[in-house]
């Protein structure tokens, strides 16, 4: 929901290991917790990513055929989010409930400097905070609800101006990596479309299948699983999901709010088990920060 996605991971984690060590906490949940937490926000509630999100579906969908109101993809999608919650509560409470054993080690931090926190400096971050998440809602622009919050710590003094270029051109970047990928995905949407191939392959596919709804969705989602992974960026896929499963949703008779829940859960599967993978890379560089998290096993 606030827009700062992995941002706090290699901050935050890192100084909790010794803790979870002496927890004996399978860093395998740990790592559930955390991808949970940054996939099914945005999946579901539409603000911060989450708006992106919605936008982007809406945007393809609708060059693809598909016209609907944004305000129902937070509907489409309260039964994949549901599923998500269920899979943690597996995750938690059955599959990695066991305690694990980790050495607790030295870690060597790149960053020797030490940010001492108050409670003046907890406050401003707050306030900076809300008042992104309010303008964010108010104008329904991300831009401005950024604005706002850059304005509250500049004029407070907690952002430097010395060191506001660097903080806020690091913070950029994967959303730059994002706007890249998406561009080349939307060229690539755009050209099947132009080919005419996606017609022959709506057919061919929905001949295939029949009338079997349920294999027909697991085979979409598995889709969806297998290009998000290459990819590394569900917002990056939905254009190249929507190209192909839009027409076939329609074709075997799927209602606007069944074909938002596969494309949305298609592209969210495969953030959350790509290993290159924001979403992935996060967890693993703050639990493997003492070199005990292996990023493809864990």
């Keep these: 929901i606030i827009p700062v996605h ?56 609708a060059q693809s055929g598909l016209t609907f109101d944004v305000a129902l993809i937070p509907k489409a999608m309260t039964i994949p989010a549901i599923g998500m919650i269920i899979g943690l509560c597996v995750a938690v409470f059955i599959t990695y409930r066991k305690p694990r054993t980790y050495e607790t080690e030295q870690i060597h931090s790149a960053q020797n400097e030490i940010v001492p926190y108050t409670k003046r400096s ?46 806020l051109t690091s913070g950029m970047r994967m959303m730059s990596f994002i706007g890249f990928v998406m561009i080349s995905a939307a060229g ?28 027909a969705a697991f085979l979409m989602l598995i889709i969806g699983l297998l290009v998000t992974m290459g990819i590394g960026s569900s917002f990056s896929t939905i254009p190249i999901l929507t190209t192909i ?17 596969i494309i949305g859960t298609a592209g969210a599967l495969g953030d959350a088990g790509s290993p290159a993978s924001d979403s992935t890379l996060g967890p693993t560089s703050g639990l493997n920060a003492d070199g005990q998290h292996h990023h493809i096993w864990d």
Aim: proline letters at 5%.
């Design 188 to 215: 690539f949407g755009a050209v099947l479309r132009k080919t005419g191939h996606v017609e022959s392959l709506v057919q061919t596919s929905a001949h295939i299948i029949g009338n079997n709804k349920p294999l």
């Design 245 to 261: 499963f839009v027409p076939l949703c329609v074709q075997l008779g799927f209602s606007p709010m069944a074909t938002i829940a």
């Design 122 to 167: 907890i406050t401003l971050g707050l306030l900076s905070i809300l008042a992104t998440l309010t303008v964010q809602l108010a104008t329904e622009s991300m831009i401005f609800g950024a604005l706002a919050g850059i304005i509250v710590l500049s004029v407070s003094g907690s952002l430097p101006l010395k060191e506001a270029d660097a903080i």
């Design 6 to 61: 992995i941002a706090f991971i290699p901050i935050l984690i890192p100084a909790l290991l010794k803790v979870l060590n002496e927890l004996r906490v399978d860093r395998r949940l740990v790592t559930c917790l955390i991808t949970f937490g940054l996939i099914t926000p945005y999946m579901w509630v539409p603000a911060g990513f989450g708006k992106i999100y919605h936008d982007v579906l809406q945007t393809n969908a």
